[in-house]
């Protein structure tokens, strides 16, 4: 059983690029959220989506995008690279119990974004 | 807004010393608190809960009790290991599926 599986785990990119870093889980849940790692800033949420089709803006949204097409993938697109974008990118997904979250998330390993 | 304010790090101990990290937060609702721990260059994972006031989460050796009245969830553990370095972050949720979380507590224990 993979969990939540993120890709690539390291890159880096300079100024201006493109990216999508690809997440995909297989335990089925219907939450899904993209965190960013900041050394001595804790975690901080881009973007959630809480069922295929459905996705919505966190606490630092600016400069990328999402999509949920399917219940298995949550893809985070960086238009733009700036160097503010340099961290370590988490993608998690949390179930439902009893029809409410149950607010336990699974992380991946992380992706590493360094900008030049 | 919804914030976790949880002791600064980085903490060092000796293997088998009493280990607290204080957590407290604030909330515009009844939260749930959690502590989530991250191994060297891994993801999160959940450690333990608490859904409602008084309630005690534990796991590893590891306790919490959600504390309304001080708003606090301190997270403890009576004799601490090497294999417990890591890093320690406290987070509520109010909405029933967004997390806030604190910065995180680096814990590092030596032998």
């Known amino acids: 059983n993979a969990g939540v599986t993120q890709t690539p785990k390291f890159r880096i990119l300079k100024i201006g690029q493109s990216m999508t870093l690809q997440c995909t889980q297989d335990m089925n849940h219907n939450y899904m959220y993209w965190y960013r790692q900041d050394p001595g800033m804790g975690l901080k949420l881009i973007y959630y989506?809480?069922?295929?089709?459905?996705?919505d803006k966190g606490e630092v949204p600016n400069g990328y995008n999402v999509s949920r097409s399917t219940t298995e993938d949550f893809p985070l697109r960086l238009e733009l690279a700036a160097p503010s974008q340099t961290s370590v990118y988490f993608c998690a997904c949390s179930p439902l119990s009893g029809g409410s979250n149950t607010g336990e998330l699974f992380f991946g390993e992380g992706s590493r974004l360094t900008v030049l | 807004g919804d914030s976790v304010t949880q002791m600064e790090g980085p903490v060092t101990l000796s293997e088998e010393a009493f280990l607290t990290i204080n957590c407290t937060y604030t909330a515009t609702g009844y939260p749930s608190l959690f502590w989530y721990v991250q191994y060297p260059g891994e993801g999160l994972q959940l450690l333990l809960k608490?859904?409602?006031?008084?309630d005690k989460g534990s796991n590893k050796g590891f306790e919490a009790t959600y504390r309304k009245e001080t708003t606090s969830f301190h997270l403890e553990k009576g004799s601490v290991q090497v294999s417990d370095s890591a890093v320690y972050f406290c987070a509520l949720s109010v909405s029933n599926y967004k997390l806030t979380f604190g910065k995180g507590t680096l814990l590092t224990v030596n032998p």
């Open positions: 608490a859904t409602k006031a008084d």
């Open positions: 989506s809480v069922g295929a089709g459905i996705t």
